[in-house]
């Protein structure tokens, strides 16, 4: 254990990973990218309780860009990503100003006791790039991983601590997210 109370291997691990993040922001950057990398403070695998009613019906979460209730919280299938105020503003500007994701890039790296995946939002009509790093332990997401299966989609809600207002990026291939759990 380390000071920050983890396992050596797993901050080796993380440290790599953002190695790793920053390199790929700066791989864009050399290929004419904007770029606009988060750093998360916190991020959890939301298997939406919902999800789970006996009916074997499914919620739906449409919206891109909301401001959450407490309801909503129910109907999430994703990872809910925590991010400072100001990476958030950056963001919502992004967004204000018409970012429309076109495609995504989705580079994982499993470790040991953690899985770290990257998720590389792309608008290609304006070369506009957002880093979205995602930090979970496999066994977390065995629930998430079926209920994204069966809805076909994960969504990646990126917010600030105040929980005032919630960006969600949709992905339709929720598979490629966790390999084999």
Same mark, same amino acid.
């Given at each position: 254990?380390?000071?920050?109370?983890?396992?050596?291997?797993?901050?080796?691990?993380?440290?790599?990973?953002?190695?790793?993040?920053?390199?790929?922001?700066?791989?864009?950057?050399?290929?004419?990218?904007?770029?606009?990398?988060?750093?998360?403070?916190?991020?959890?695998?939301?298997?939406?309780?919902?999800?789970?009613?006996?009916?074997?019906?499914?919620?739906?979460?449409?919206?891109?860009?909301?401001?959450?209730?407490?309801?909503? =919280?129910?109907?999430?299938?994703? %990872?809910?990503? #925590? &991010?400072?105020? *100001? /990476?958030?503003?950056?963001? @919502?500007? $992004? +967004?204000?100003?018409?970012?429309?994701?076109?495609?995504?890039?989705?580079?994982?790296? =499993?470790?040991?006791?953690?899985? %770290?995946?990257? #998720? &590389?939002?792309? *608008? /290609?009509?304006?070369?506009? @790039?957002? $880093? +979205?790093?995602?930090?979970?332990?496999?066994?977390?997401?065995?629930?998430?991983?079926?209920?994204?299966?069966?809805?076909?989609?994960?969504?990646?809600?990126?917010?600030?601590?105040?929980?005032?207002?919630?960006?969600?990026?949709?992905?339709?291939?929720?598979?490629?997210?966790?390999?084999?759990?």
């Amino acid at each position: 254990m380390n000071s920050a109370g983890l396992p050596d291997a797993v901050l080796e691990q993380w440290e790599a990973f953002v190695d790793d993040v920053e390199a790929t922001a700066d791989q864009y950057r050399d290929e004419g990218w904007s770029v606009l990398q988060l750093h998360p403070g916190d991020v959890t695998p939301q298997p939406g309780p919902q999800d789970r009613r006996f009916d074997g019906s499914t919620g739906g979460d449409e919206g891109r860009d909301e401001r959450p209730t407490d309801e909503d =919280d129910l109907e999430r299938v994703g %990872f809910d990503v #925590v &991010v400072p105020d *100001d /990476e958030f503003e950056d963001l @919502a500007g $992004l +967004v204000d100003a018409g970012f429309e994701v076109t495609r995504y890039e989705l580079y994982r790296g =499993d470790g040991d006791a953690s899985a %770290f995946s990257l #998720v &590389v939002e792309l *608008d /290609e009509s304006t070369r506009q @790039a957002v $880093l +979205v790093p995602l930090y979970y332990q496999p066994s977390d997401v065995a629930t998430l991983s079926r209920l994204a299966d069966e809805r076909g989609e994960l969504e990646t809600h990126v917010r600030p601590l105040s929980r005032r207002r919630v960006i969600a990026f949709s992905h339709r291939e929720p598979e490629t997210f966790f390999g084999e759990n």
